[in-house]
């Protein structure tokens, strides 16, 4: 425990945080309602892996990879390079998601999911309601039909009693 | 001259449509962006087969991209596995363009047609990309790049629907490659290298690390959700029943089935198979999510009004088939996954295709909107049947080719309750195929068809449809080229005889 | 004779499919194309005989499917006798559906008569199939093809019985056959027939291969072994021509044909009676057979009676593979022929009788006799031959299946048989006394009233078949006795 509270803990820390908002970001895609918090939630989310490969890039006591005279220890540039494409996509993501949601609240008057859905939900179950009785319409229309003009083993007209 | 060409193709498969993405945008017309999607598909696809041909004889065939060596610089790696699976989606890709055509023009306002043809193109890009490289950090960008350009394109749709089906798929993806994200830190945190080859060779050394064992499962659980394994297929139905018609058989049949090739080059090149299904349990887990996918999708589908979302639901089933392939990691196993995850692009390829061009003259996709449509559509109707048989897997279809690749294979492993499974799951496809089957031939058509087009759907979407009907017949028939293929493919990544 | 002939003779209904279709304007030539083409098979078929008898062996590889499986024919003699079989009573039918067809205006008749080319050709491909795996394509193949013809009508009755057609024999060979044939290949590494069976040395034990025999009986449904028989009665909303062609001689025959294939070429009869692992199917062969005869005597539908007559009849065959002795296999093989000829010949009669008077239930028969003598007489021929009387065919059938149970030391046997024999009594006999015998009713027509006589004369020729074999039913013996080789 002791080792926990000196060693652990410190020394670990960038990891403690990485994992903070990891959970925060994750929670609010999860828990919110509102789209644009959704987002923004999804957004937390990335910069926390975007955080953990750069904080994992760095030696104690290094400095960032520039070339200076003198022997100095660098930090590891490739996980810099690879997070810059990494924010890339995540500001893409970010932008179509915006964008989709401004289209989603021309369409339906509403960012928040719950309204969305409600809406689907009555096109839906009214569009479902409809091709239910479309089914059993068809299926009434041809048992008269096969009742009018059978010709079958089952049932007949002149099948004696 | 030639063979310059030849040593840049591993590249110029990925930068074609990569390039003409924004010469679509350019070009600013339909037809003209048309036009260029189809030349550029094309050619990605007859690159795709020189390239099929090359990896067949030489084993292997790799590119420095820019000619910094690997492990530093990013290498390209072609093997029969990843060929095979290019050869399906540049296939795929270049038939959609015959069939978009009209098939987009009646579903989108011609002023954004031509964004269709772009955010195609850089889907391909992105999915060719996925197949190519032997970089993992590499598969990630190519993996974001293709899942970008779909959400766009599923956003797309008809329907109003469609915006919050891409949106929800959009949180889903993102999740999905940000875990893959994590993974590959993970993995790097303890390399140093992010080639495949050189963090086979390295990571043998970190097994035991919780850090590893922690990266596979990220890199699972990512790769899963953008497969639409079980549990993580909640965004896949939506997503393929509202996109435009050419976009879901695009996307059907090409992004799921690279999502599982992803899967697999990680765990079967990088982690190797002694570590991912000895001595961590992830066998077991794959089977068991495979077998959960194939009951419930299929029982899913059988209860659908809407003969998209019948197929999407087949989809979630059928991956499920794949996965059990691929999860026995004998080479039985995955060249049978390996042939279903081909086949199974090729026959909901074709399906969709087929349905396609009933909603092209119906306006309309439930099965009440086709009934009749067997005898105004006859030639639709029958590709339907056909490719609903090979579905199923009668013979003489490529679907039989699979179910009895992977029925051996599970039996050969001693998998009883699994493959019992699948034949249930086959059973019930036999419902719901029936279903939509019975609509199109046993129903009169509607009296109200004034709002129909009448006729046949255009050449151009027979074209296409009845291309991969056919093939799943050649494929149906004679198997063995494939089959070979693919024991070759599954021997490079488990080893053992081909 | 080259072996290329095998291919040809499986691809020719097929390929002869296409000008049917062309002629199908003219209803005349196109029957005429049909006829012509069923004979030519016929003729093509009938030149094997002789050189089969003489032991040889002809094989034909098309291209393999899989890696090490092929589409592959080769010709012995239990395919031989199911080729001739559909290869003669195919011309015969063609004729009767010509006549039947017209007489009753049915609709889409060029549908019809294309799709009777296709599963013609499925089954000569089954009888042609060199191993399970061809066997199974073709077998897949006649399913598909013959849904058109059981739901011909379109309207909602046949898309009920086709729903129980299809859905049946789908479930049983996707379910049940191909996993048969898939452990088979893992086991034994061999789909091939091979005299003697595949299992030899493969350590394959008595309980595993009861399991795998089991798979085999019911995942072929077309044998129609209950539980899985309900598809036939239900295939019956088909016209009557497809009724007798198809389910009693081309489908059903093709399901019993494969069982017998199955057990003489996959287990192999030594295999099969040293492990014991057929005994418990001949008793729930025997089951079936008794329990439809009892059914099929509550049938007031004429042919419905008929195809539960056909399911007892199926379990003969299906009991005599089951024996595992040579006898009961042999007379399995006599059986198929006898039965083919005697139930299609009942079938025709029922057609020819709704033709005539559009009649369909037997209780409508009484007094039919005298208006329709040539078609009773026919009945009558037929319906002894199935009981297994003398001087008809059939009764060779049943004393080999009776030898051959004693063969084997299961007494019982004869027991059920005998009984069964009592039943189809019951159940057949009752048609043609009550036709002769009971005074109709005043709709019966009281003067000659027969069907035309295109649907007459197919029945007369099958009729007197029955009773022409009884008198060449020792050659049929030897020739399919040659199955087994010289060893006796």
């Given at each position: 425990m002791n080792q926990f509270l000196t060693e652990t803990l410190p020394g670990l820390f960038n990891y403690w945080i990485v994992i903070g908002l990891m959970m925060i970001g994750f929670y609010t895609v999860i828990a919110h309602d509102n789209l644009v918090k959704k987002l923004i939630g999804l957004t937390v989310f990335q910069s926390a892996v975007f955080i953990l490969y750069i904080s994992m890039g760095n030696i104690h006591g290094s400095t960032a990879p520039i070339i200076i005279d003198g022997d100095p220890v660098y930090a590891h540039p490739l996980p810099q390079v690879l997070i810059l494409t990494a924010i890339v996509v995540g500001v893409s993501t970010t932008a179509l998601g915006l964008a989709l949601i401004v289209r989603i609240n021309e369409a339906y008057g509403s960012i928040e999911e719950d309204d969305v859905l409600a809406a689907d939900m009555a096109t839906s179950e009214g569009e479902e309601a409809r091709e239910e009785a479309r089914s059993e319409q068809a299926e009434a229309a041809e048992g008269h039909a096969a009742n009018g003009a059978d010709d079958g083993a089952e049932a007949d007209e002149s099948r004696p009693a | 001259m030639i063979t310059a060409f030849f040593n840049q193709m591993p590249v110029l498969v990925v930068?074609?449509?990569?390039?003409?993405?924004?010469?679509?945008?350019?070009?600013?017309?339909?037809?003209?962006?048309?036009?260029?999607?189809?030349?550029?598909?094309?050619?990605?696809?007859?690159?795709?087969?020189?390239?099929?041909?090359?990896?067949?004889?030489?084993?292997?065939?790799?590119?420095?991209?820019?000619?910094?060596?690997?492990?530093?610089?990013?290498?390209?790696?072609?093997?029969?596995?990843?060929?095979?699976?290019?050869?399906?989606?540049?296939?795929?890709?270049?038939?959609?363009?015959?069939?978009?055509?009209?098939?987009?023009?009646?579903?989108?306002?011609?002023?954004?047609?031509?964004?269709?043809?772009?955010?195609?193109?850089?889907?391909?890009?992105?999915?060719?990309?996925i197949t190519v490289t032997g970089d993992a950090f590499n598969l990630f960008v190519f993996l974001e790049i293709s899942s970008l350009s779909s959400y766009a394109l599923i956003a797309m749709g008809p329907k109003r629907r469609a915006l919050l089906s891409s949106f929800q798929y959009l949180i889903m993806g993102t999740v999905g490659g940000t875990f893959l994200l994590i993974g590959i830190g993970l993995i790097f945190m303890m390399t140093g290298t992010l080639n495949m080859a050189d963090l086979a060779d390295r990571l043998p050394e970190v097994y035991a690390t919780r850090t590893v064992q922690a990266g596979l499962a990220f890199i699972v659980v990512g790769l899963s959700l953008k497969a639409a394994l079980m549990p993580a297929h909640i965004w896949l139905p939506n997503a393929y029943t509202y996109a435009p018609s050419a976009i879901s058989a695009f996307i059907a049949a090409t992004a799921t089935k690279v999502a599982v090739y992803a899967l697999f080059r990680f765990v079967f090149t990088v982690f190797g198979a002694g570590y991912a299904f000895g001595t961590l349990p992830l066998g077991i887990v794959l089977l068991a999510l495979a077998a959960v996918s194939m009951i419930a999708g299929s029982l899913a589908s059988i209860f659908q009004t809407d003969v998209k979302r019948l197929l999407a639901w087949s989809s979630v089933a059928q991956m499920g088939y794949i996965v059990a392939g691929f999860a026995l990691a004998t080479p039985a196993g995955v060249s049978a996954g390996l042939v279903h995850l081909l086949n199974h692009g090729l026959i909901k390829g074709a399906l969709f295709m087929a349905v396609g061009a009933m909603v092209w003259r119906v306006r309309a996709s439930s099965i009440n909107d086709l009934a009749g449509l067997g005898r105004a559509m006859p030639l639709t109707s029958a590709a339907f049947v056909v490719g609903g048989l090979s579905l199923i897997g009668v013979p003489a279809t490529a679907g039989f080719i699979s179910k009895w690749a992977l029925m051996s294979a599970l039996f050969d492993a001693q998998h009883y309750g699994v493959m019992a499974l699948l034949l249930v799951a086959s059973l019930l496809s036999i419902i719901y195929v029936g279903r939509v089957i019975e609509a199109l031939y046993f129903r009169p058509l509607p009296d109200d068809v004034s709002h129909h087009k009448h006729g046949e759907a255009p050449l151009g979407m027979q074209v296409a449809t009845w291309a991969l009907i056919a093939i799943n017949i050649v494929i149906g028939v004679h198997a063995t080229p494939e089959l070979e293929a693919a024991a070759r493919a599954a021997a490079t990544l488990v080893g053992g005889g081909a | 004779m080259s072996p290329l002939w095998l291919l040809i003779l499986v691809a020719w209904p097929a390929l002869m499919a296409a000008p049917i279709a062309l002629v199908g304007r003219w209803p005349n030539l196109r029957e005429t194309v049909s006829v012509l083409t069923g004979v030519a098979l016929l003729v093509g078929v009938a030149r094997f005989i002789?050189?089969?008898?003489?032991?040889?062996?002809?094989?034909?590889?098309?291209?393999?499917?899989?890696?090490?499986?092929?589409?592959?024919?080769?010709?012995?003699?239990?395919?031989?006798?199911?080729?001739?079989?559909?290869?003669?009573?195919?011309?015969?039918?063609?004729?009767?559906?010509?006549?039947?067809?017209?007489?009753?205006?049915?609709?889409?008749?060029?549908?019809?008569?294309?799709?009777?080319?296709?599963?013609?050709?499925?089954?000569?491909?089954?009888?042609?199939?060199?191993?399970?795996?061809?066997?199974?394509?073709?077998y897949e193949m006649m399913t598909l093809v013959t849904y058109p013809l059981v739901t011909h009508h379109g309207d909602i009755e046949s898309r009920n019985g086709g729903r129980v057609y299809i859905g049946i024999l789908m479930t049983t060979s996707i379910g049940l056959f191909l996993p048969a044939i898939v452990i088979t290949w893992v086991i034994a590494g061999n789909v091939d027939f091979t005299p003697g069976g595949v299992f030899a040395g493969t350590g394959l034990g008595g309980l595993a291969a009861m399991g795998l025999y089991g798979l085999f009986i019911y995942g072929v449904g077309k044998a129609a072994v209950m539980p899985m028989h309900r598809w036939l009665p239900a295939a019956m909303v088909a016209p009557t021509p497809v009724s007798a062609l198809l389910h009693a001689v081309a489908v059903v025959k093709a399901g019993v044909f494969s069982v017998l294939k199955i057990t003489v070429y996959i287990f192999g009869i030594d295999f099969l009676h040293v492990t014991g692992a057929s005994q418990p199917f001949v008793w729930l062969a025997a089951f079936t057979l008794l329990a439809a005869s009892v059914v099929a005597i509550y049938c007031d539908n004429l042919k419905k009676r008929l195809a539960y007559s056909t399911i007892g009849q199926l379990s003969y065959i299906v009991l005599g593979a089951a024996l595992a002795s040579r006898l009961g296999a042999t007379a399995g093989g006599l059986h198929i022929v006898t039965h083919a000829f005697g139930k299609i010949t009942l079938f025709f009669c029922a057609g020819a009788i709704y033709t005539a008077v559009h009649r369909k239930y037997v209780s409508q028969l009484n007094g039919l006799g005298r208006a329709m003598p040539l078609t009773f007489t026919a009945f009558t021929i037929a319906a002894i031959s199935l009981i297994g009387l003398p001087p008809m065919a059939g009764a060779w059938s049943k004393w080999y299946l009776m030898s051959g149970a004693l063969d084997v030391q299961t007494q019982m046997v004869l027991v059920v048989l005998a009984l069964s024999s009592l039943l189809n009594i019951v159940y057949l006999l009752d048609i043609p006394a009550r036709a002769f015998f009971l005074p109709g009713d005043d709709k019966t027509p009281r003067g000659f009233a027969e069907a035309p006589a295109a649907c007459v004369v197919p029945l007369m020729i099958t009729a007197s078949a029955c009773v022409v074999l009884f008198f060449y039913a020792r050659p049929i013996i030897a020739f399919i006795d040659t199955a087994f080789g010289s060893a006796s």
């Open positions: - | 930068v074609v449509p990569l390039l003409a993405a924004p010469l679509c945008v350019l070009a600013h017309r339909a037809f003209a962006a048309w036009l260029i999607y189809c030349l550029a598909s094309w050619a990605a696809f007859a690159m795709a087969f020189l390239l099929f041909v090359e990896a067949k004889i030489a084993g292997q065939v790799s590119y420095a991209v820019g000619n910094w060596a690997p492990p530093f610089g990013i290498e390209l790696v072609i093997d029969t596995y990843s060929a095979l699976v290019l050869l399906l989606v540049t296939g795929v890709a270049a038939l959609t363009g015959l069939y978009a055509r009209k098939s987009i023009a009646s579903e989108i306002a011609i002023e954004r047609e031509y964004l269709v043809f772009a955010l195609m193109l850089l889907c391909l890009a992105g999915l060719v990309g | 002789a050189p089969i008898a003489a032991g040889a062996r002809p094989e034909f590889s098309v291209f393999s499917i899989l890696p090490g499986l092929d589409l592959a024919f080769a010709l012995e003699p239990f395919g031989l006798i199911f080729a001739l079989i559909a290869a003669a009573l195919w011309p015969l039918t063609t004729l009767y559906a010509a006549g039947y067809m017209r007489g009753n205006d049915e609709p889409n008749q060029t549908r019809f008569f294309i799709c009777f080319a296709l599963a013609i050709s499925a089954a000569i491909g089954m009888a042609l199939s060199a191993n399970l795996l061809t066997l199974f394509v073709f």
